[in-house]
């Protein structure tokens, strides 16, 4: 079993930065690889960056469009948590994010790929 829990969501301005957390227990961290998602209301959970170790000193990560350029996740190992820096932050990154993990693989787009679940972070971006 793998505990997930974010932390650092918050209210912001646009153009603000924001850094949210997910700090992973349970389960060796560094073979795991993490995804997050966020979900506005009324809308689908979405994928918006994974991360995993695509050699031993390497990683590998992956952005949605919308957020390229302006999100980096990142790993450290050593404290068993991944994060997510959000730069310009736009009133349509508003929702929840979750943070993911995956047994097996590498990192994905599909939420269905995914075994564990944080129970999120609230992010809002005022215009």
């Known amino acids: 079993q793998v505990q997930l829990v974010e932390s650092g969501g918050g209210l912001v301005q646009a153009g603000d930065s924001l850094r949210v957390s997910c700090a992973a227990s349970g389960r060796d961290f560094s073979a795991l690889a993490m995804g997050w998602f966020r979900q506005a209301p009324g809308k689908e959970r979405e994928f918006v960056a994974g991360i995993d170790r695509s050699t031993s000193r390497t990683y590998y990560t992956d952005y949605a469009d919308f957020v390229k350029g302006r999100f980096t996740m990142s790993m450290d190992n050593a404290k068993n948590t991944v994060y997510l820096q959000m730069n310009n932050l736009k009133p349509e990154d508003t929702g929840v994010y979750y943070c993911?993990?995956?047994?097996?693989?590498?990192?994905?787009?599909?939420?269905?790929?995914?075994?564990?679940w944080g129970q999120g972070t609230q992010v809002t971006v005022s215009s």
């Open positions: 993911a993990a995956r047994r097996r693989g590498r990192t994905a787009s599909d939420p269905k790929m995914y075994d564990y």
